[in-house]
């Protein structure tokens, strides 16, 4: 490509964690690249991370983002706020737009992350910030030891949510907000000692570091953390307009090399079917960007040859 120092050869699609990671190997391998930051990442909603590596006194997620940023910014990456639009395979790579420009590549890494489902309760944003509501047992579950706990659900999702929050808690209860039927896995609830409770909010109210109280037809009960298992949904529309295979749950299927059924499609973190966690999308990143820069090489005929 002309003026190859200045011209992205990569385009990171997302600047949550898997993206900044992607973003400074590609950079440490002397790669032009250029990160489309299409808002706020999921991972800035993290009030205190307690399992991320190498911080056992925690770390925000917004203290985590920064520092990732620095270090993919001193390294050459471009970080630009903006959506990678009209994705497109070309000649050679990809095409997209981004704030009004054509920009165009030779490989994708699309890491665009997903959409939680948050309940529809008054103060559920702030109230997911301070860690009265969670969205994932797994990063803090161990902080709800002895504590008492309420998931709400719609579906089985909502059962096996409450299943694994009982290795940390002897108090977890189920509100199932969907359809009775929704639930085909209820009688599994007495022997996993979770109280059921079906029907609709009354209220929440969220009162100093509680969940204070919640209003089920009209009993109000209290607890110290509320979780969510209302589902997610990956942002996956750019990958479905190049036909990129998709798993059940709608996320990307990818090779060992987070390679997507696309040639020259990569993706990693949460967008990717699998465990959603930090260490899993700095993982899959470094994957991915290593298997670009190989893919690079490999045209440019920069690899030992067979």
Not at 112 to 132: E, M, N
Not at 267 to 292: C, H, K, S, W, Y
């Amino acid at each position: 490509m002309a003026d190859a120092v200045m011209e992205p050869e990569v385009l990171v699609i997302g600047a949550g964690p898997a993206g900044l990671t992607a973003a400074t190997y590609l950079a440490r391998f002397r790669r032009p690249v250029l990160v489309a930051d299409g808002g706020e990442p999921r991972a800035n909603w993290i009030p205190v991370s307690h399992n991320t590596p190498g911080f056992p006194e925690g770390l925000t997620g917004r203290d985590m983002l920064g520092r990732m940023r620095a270090q993919a910014e001193e390294y050459g990456a471009v970080i630009e706020a903006g959506r990678a639009e009209n994705l497109r395979p070309v000649e050679d790579g990809f095409e997209a737009e981004l704030n009004g420009r054509t920009v165009r590549v030779r490989a994708v890494l699309l890491a665009s992350g997903l959409q939680d489902h948050h309940p529809d309760l008054p103060g559920v944003d702030p109230a997911i910030r301070r860690s009265l509501v969670r969205i994932c047992p797994i990063c803090d579950g161990f902080e709800a030891t002895g504590k008492r706990v309420a998931v709400i659900g719609n579906s089985d999702l909502g059962i096996r949510e409450a299943a694994f929050l009982r290795t940390y808690s002897d108090e977890v209860t189920l509100f199932h907000i969907g359809p009775p039927e929704a639930l085909t896995c209820r009688s599994e609830l007495d022997r996993l000692g979770v109280t059921l409770l079906e029907g609709s909010f009354g209220g929440v109210t969220l009162e100093g570091d509680r969940v204070r109280a919640i209003s089920w037809g009209g009993t109000e009960r209290a607890f110290d953390f509320l979780y969510s298992a209302l589902g997610t949904t990956p942002n996956c529309k750019l990958a479905r307009s190049l036909g990129a295979r998709l798993a059940e749950d709608g996320r990307l299927e990818v090779d060992l090399h987070q390679l997507t059924s696309v040639p020259g499609l990569y993706a990693a973190g949460d967008v990717v079917r699998g465990l959603n966690q930090i260490a899993v999308a700095t993982a899959e990143a470094a994957v991915a960007a290593t298997a670009i820069h190989n893919l690079l090489r490999q045209r440019d005929g920069m690899t030992v040859r067979d």
